[in-house]
DNA sequence: TTTAAAATGATATTGAAAATCAATATTCTA
DNA sequence: TAGAATATTGATTTTCAATATCATTTTAAA
């Protein structure tokens, strides 16, 4: 079995919760996903390999998978929470080009280390954080 | 008029629109405002000098704020947007205590030279970004 | 097998934000 | 100044993502 799934049914199980066929599902369909996703676009993905699947059982096991480090919620400021496979990744941020949408994921040691130290100046210890870029990208910039 | 005033009076007039006693008033009690509100407090506060005003005129109000940059739009993730006076003001980010919600502005000029050779890095012109910092302050880590 | 706990899908509800719209108010123009 | 054009308002409705509820079903434990 794949790390990820693992880590997903070793979650589960130490929560008591079970690893549902629903559940093993969603996390494969969640699992094929390049960059990040909707909990309604991943609706639509589950209900064409099973149609009998939930909404509400799309969002909860985002949850899950959101809170087993699986996944990483994502938002870029339109309304919308996004997920994206997160598990086995190395961290990063985002760049969003304001015109055109296109996200890429980017990260600067340094950044993190002072963001880091950032917060330990104002007596805070960092448990996390999230940073977005917004720009133009290359091709928009032409126009 | 205070600088902000004028500029808000400015930018509606440069887009015809127009300064009227609402959006004055709504300006004027945002603009006491420490840190941050959201739409609704501020409508709160606002019915309370005037209670015919509607709602929706506070919702719209803010955006114009926020698109003449008087105001800054803040999200801190909980589903709520809110709004701190910015005209006048260094730029800052924000460190927020997980546990009791407290933040502080935060600047690093450093972080902010990196992050824009890291847009550049990839093709991009940096135009803006949103960078928020969570931990544990002082106080709740004694705990 | 019985009992308890968890999960599901359908549905209803919530809450922020935006859209709609009739009624006013303001500005411009002839 | 009258009237036309435009902008604004407040009330209300609508939208939409996300969550809550709940009866039913499934699974695990005793």
Same mark, same amino acid.
């Given at each position: 079995?794949?790390?990820a799934r693992?880590?997903?049914?070793?979650?589960?199980?130490?929560?008591?919760?079970?690893?549902?066929?629903?559940?093993?599902?969603?996390?494969?369909?969640?699992?094929?996903?390049?960059?990040?996703?909707?909990?309604?676009?991943?609706?639509?993905?589950?209900?064409?390999?099973?149609?009998?699947?939930?909404?509400?059982?799309?969002?909860?096991?985002?949850?899950?998978?959101?809170d087993?480090?699986?996944?990483?919620e994502?938002?870029?400021?339109?309304?919308?929470?996004?997920?994206?496979?997160?598990? @086995?990744? %190395?961290?990063?941020?985002?760049?969003? +080009? &304001? !015109? $055109?949408? =296109?996200?890429?994921?980017?990260?600067?040691?340094?950044?993190?280390?002072?963001?880091?130290?950032?917060a330990?100046?104002?007596?805070?210890?960092l448990? @996390?954080? %999230?940073?977005?870029?917004?720009?133009? +990208? &290359? !091709? $928009?910039? =032409?126009?």
């Amino acid at each position: 079995m794949q790390a990820a799934r693992e880590q997903f049914f070793n979650y589960l199980a130490k929560k008591k919760l079970k690893f549902t066929t629903q559940r093993a599902l969603i996390f494969d369909v969640f699992w094929q996903v390049e960059e990040h996703i909707s909990p309604e676009e991943l609706y639509g993905l589950v209900k064409k390999k099973d149609p009998s699947i939930g909404q509400a059982t799309v969002y909860r096991t985002l949850k899950l998978l959101s809170d087993s480090k699986i996944a990483r919620e994502v938002d870029f400021g339109d309304g919308v929470t996004r997920y994206e496979p997160y598990f @086995g990744q %190395s961290h990063h941020d985002h760049l969003i +080009c &304001k !015109e $055109c949408g =296109k996200s890429v994921e980017v990260v600067d040691e340094r950044i993190e280390k002072l963001q880091e130290k950032l917060a330990a100046k104002h007596g805070f210890i960092l448990s @996390g954080h %999230s940073m977005y870029l917004y720009g133009h +990208c &290359k !091709e $928009c910039s =032409k126009k």
